[in-house]
Nanobody
């Protein structure tokens, strides 16, 4: 069983920074994609950023230029550095791994709250 586990959420003032981490354990083989999605109350879950094993990344429009996703391939670990946070960034942030034949898995989520 593959399990992504997030950490690093919390409360921060507008303009501040946070770093989220996600480590996936289990029988993961070959190239894969990992990333972050977020869901605010009453809204759909949206893409924040994803990154492939080869280092290609893709960002949601609202975070482009403020957030940076990186990964450590040997450990199937991804990080999300969030700068210049805004109140509208408040949401539960979920890690997701796309692990090919092994399947796709969500983490349990971590709360990020940005106060104005």
């Amino acid at each position: 069983q593959v399990q992504p586990v997030e950490s690093g959420g919390g409360l921060v003032q507008a303009g501040g920074s946070l770093r989220l981490s996600c480590a996936a354990s289990g029988p993961i083989f070959g190239d894969n994609t990992m990333g972050w999605y977020r869901q605010a109350p009453g809204q759909q879950r949206d893409l924040v950023a994803v990154i492939t094993s080869g280092g290609r990344s893709n960002y949601g429009d609202s975070v482009q230029g403020r957030f940076t996703i990186t990964r450590v391939n040997g450990k199937n670990t991804v990080y999300l550095k969030m700068n210049n946070l805004k109140p509208e960034d408040t949401a539960v942030y979920y890690c997701k791994g796309f692990f090919g034949r092994v399947g796709d898995y969500w983490g349990q989520g971590t709360q990020v709250t940005v106060s104005s």
